[in-house]
């Protein structure tokens, strides 16, 4: 009987933190002066998955691109999906629950990498494969 119910509060998080992928997005946006846009998407019940992510991401920032956000090459936000300004923010990437984007922008238009599946994979119990991860995805689009 706890199994059961056990499972049911996994499955009930699982689904709480779930989102939808967005789709690649390839307008033009003539206000942007960063490159790279990191954005990070959360509801107000947040799993131990959900503050991995942003803690890993976080981390992922402040130690490998300090110079970038600071120079705003990069800008990294922090989205709650329970205030109007977060809600018009997601609905822009059609975004409906805990989920993290890093967007590429150039002027050709914007690339959106929806990572929300692979930071809930890996983000909590591997989180150095995923800070890993991010580092290069990030390395990868100021490289282009």
């Known amino acids: 009987m706890k199994i059961h119910i056990l499972s049911l509060l996994i499955i009930g998080c699982l689904l709480s933190c779930n989102s939808k992928p967005s789709a690649t997005n390839n307008e033009i946006n003539d206000n942007l002066d960063h490159d790279v846009e990191v954005l990070y998407f959360h509801t107000r ?3 131990a998955t959900c503050l991995a ?10 130690n490998n691109f300090a110079k970038q956000l600071k120079d705003g090459d ?3 936000q922090v ?3 329970g205030t ?6 997601a609905s822009k990437y ?8 890093i967007n590429k922008y150039s002027d050709h238009g914007i690339i959106e990498n929806n990572l929300t599946n692979y930071a809930f994979s890996k983000a909590l119990k591997s ?3 995923f800070k890993d991860s991010l580092k290069t995805k990030i390395n990868e689009l100021l490289a282009e």
């Open 79 to 81: 989205i709650d999906l």
């Open 84 to 89: 109007s300004e977060g809600e018009a923010i």
């Open 94 to 101: 059609k975004i409906a629950g805990t989920s993290l984007l």
């Open 127 to 129: 989180s150095e494969i």
């Open 45 to 47: 019940k947040r799993c």
């Open 53 to 62: 992510i942003e803690e890993a991401t976080k981390e992922v920032l402040d």
């Open 74 to 76: 990069i800008t990294y």
